[in-house]
């Protein structure tokens, strides 16, 4: 059956209005004629007008109007990013800031003042981490001397005596030679158990339980899994739930046993890789040239990198310009929509879903990763390692990010507009219900 459209009654009032006023104007015009219309033919110029059909709101727009209104959706329904050329400097003065500011207190590894401020606050998670830990008895495992109630050497002591684990081959001997060019001061980066990412989680619960200990092979870009290397030590507890919590916490205590260094390194020692760094490791491709003309993959350049310093404690001291270059932006983007177009504070601050704010960000980010490849460039002078080193990874990571935000936001415009468009329409239809209303009344 077919469905009767519907009616709204202040419309059908409306329209009755509108047709009597057509009426009274064909009686006006006739008698400025000089002759009078009989009341038949005002009755039918009424009922033309009715049309025997429900009422619109089309019926009281003229020609123009119209075409005003199809233009206006059709501009809405093809929007794009509404930025002008005043956001897009802005943005790119936040990144041209974040990059000076990346250059001048980040830097290379272990030289910058951010470097130093990430040292100290790993230092002292570290030591307060161990004074955390009790025995059966409650009471503290860490016992120090006095005067080295803050020494993070000895609270690395103690972690490494308590969260032993049989993967923590330090160097090449102790694998047999299978595992070529291992150091103390990059088998972090070569031991899958050692990063702080669920790869590295999946990968000591395995070893924990097998006896084995897992590689990353720069050399091959392969990995390898070495049997029998435990030592000795097994997981406490008696069933496999046990034992797999038992794992899990001895696999965190071990990585904060090395986040901050060994206990005997020398300067700052050599911290955890970054998360996700393992990827690098198996990138067995590409020819660096080194300081003596000998190609090289991108894996053993990377692997270089993590030995100059590039842990854990540096990727936390490159986020400090990307989180200022973030909150710059985001400033920007909300003083200039309450000074600019005067919209009231509370509802100008950013919304993440907002694409003038993505662009800004975009550009924001991008414009501080050109500084920051410009100052490593710069710097390095053909140094692959040096350039590598360089780099602030965190800062194009998020520009990665914000890259495949704003392809999400190309797929999702046309959803986007026509949500707008039916939120526009719907504010109309309820302002010419509430005036035909008084109309009315």
């Not at 006023?21 to 039918?44: F, P």
């Not at 097994?234 to 901050?260: Q, R, Y």
Request: hydrophobic letters at 40%; a negative charge; one cysteine or more.
């Amino acid at each position: 059956m077919p469905v009767e459209p519907r009616r709204d009654p202040y419309l059908e009032r409306l329209l009755s209005i509108q047709a009597e006023a057509a009426g009274i104007d064909a009686r006006l015009d006739a008698l400025e004629s000089g002759y009078a219309l009989e009341a038949e033919k005002v009755d039918a110029i009424v009922r033309s007008q009715i049309q025997g059909k429900p009422a619109r709101y089309e019926d009281f727009l003229s020609e123009r109007e119209l075409k005003e209104i199809a233009l206006k959706y059709s501009q809405a329904l093809n929007k794009g990013v509404d930025c002008d050329a005043l956001d897009y400097a802005l943005s790119a003065a936040c990144g041209l800031v974040s990059g000076i500011v990346d250059a001048i207190f980040v830097g290379a590894p272990g030289e910058g003042l951010a470097d130093k401020a990430s040292n100290n606050l790993f230092d002292a998670a570290v030591v307060r981490f161990t004074k955390t830990l009790k025995d059966e008895n409650g009471e503290p495992l860490w016992k120090p001397k006095p005067g080295n109630e803050n020494n993070v050497a000895s609270a690395i002591g103690k972690l490494e005596q308590v969260f032993k684990v049989g993967y923590d081959q330090a160097k090449s001997a102790d694998t047999e030679g299978v595992i070529e060019n291992m150091l103390p001061k990059n088998h972090h980066a070569k031991s899958a158990a050692h990063y702080p990412d669920f790869i590295g989680l999946i990968a000591s619960i395995c070893n924990q339980f097998t006896d084995t200990s897992t590689f990353f092979d720069d050399k091959s870009g392969q990995i390898v899994i070495i049997p029998g290397t435990g030592n000795g030590i097994e997981l406490k507890g008696k069933t496999p739930t046990a034992k797999i919590f038992a794992g899990v916490m001895n696999w965190f205590g071990h990585c904060m046993s090395d986040a901050a260094g060994s206990s005997g390194a020398k300067g700052r020692g050599a911290g955890l890789p970054l998360p996700f760094w393992e990827f690098f490791e198996l990138c067995d491709f590409g020819k660096f040239p080194d300081e003596e003309g000998q190609w090289q993959s991108f894996a053993t350049v990377m692997t270089q990198v993590y030995e100059q310093g590039y842990d854990l404690r540096h990727g936390v001291s490159t986020t400090f310009p990307v989180l200022i270059d973030e909150l710059l932006v985001r400033a920007v983007y909300t003083i200039k929509r309450h000074f600019g177009a005067g919209v009231p504070w509370a509802e100008c601050l950013p919304a993440g879903n907002c694409p003038e704010l993505q662009r800004m960000l975009t550009v924001g980010v991008g414009s501080m990763c050109l500084i920051d490849l410009g100052h490593a460039a710069v710097s390095s002078w053909g140094n692959w390692v040096k350039f590598f080193g360089e780099l602030n990874i965190t800062a194009l990571a998020r520009f990665g990010l914000q890259g495949a935000r704003e392809l999400q936001m190309i797929a999702e415009r046309d959803t986007r507009n026509l949500l707008e468009i039916n939120d526009d329409i719907s504010k109309e239809w309820n302002l010419l219900l509430e005036r035909s209303k008084l109309l009315l009344n």
